[in-house]
């Protein structure tokens, strides 16, 4: 079949940025999408609101220089994995 639609690759909060550029962000309802430039190497960041269930989409990559979102005050990092804290009573 010719490929008529190319497939998008979707990222979700706490997947690593493959590279920096701009993202296109697709929120779950509560929010139209918008875009917000990621640096590579970081994680994508959640939603305060919909948290997990936003959606990063590649939309360009950027070279040099990225400032890291800003705009999206609705998105907030990612947190730390793997450094589980044990609360001892
Ligand atoms: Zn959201």
Do not use: N, W
């Not at 079949?1 to 929120?27: C, L, N, T, W």
């Not at 936003?54 to 005050?73: C, I, K, N, Q, Y």
């Amino acid at each position: 079949m010719p490929g008529a639609q190319v497939k998008e690759e979707q990222f979700r909060p706490g997947d690593k940025v493959p590279q920096s550029g701009i993202y296109r962000i697709e929120h779950d309802k509560h929010r139209m999408m918008h875009h917000a430039t990621l640096t590579g190497g970081t994680r994508f960041p959640r939603c305060k609101q919909c948290g997990d269930a936003v959606r990063f989409v590649s939309v360009r990559a950027s070279r040099g220089m990225v400032l890291p979102f800003r705009e999206t005050d609705i998105l907030e990092e990612y947190p730390p994995q793997g450094g589980l804290k044990v609360v001892a009573g």
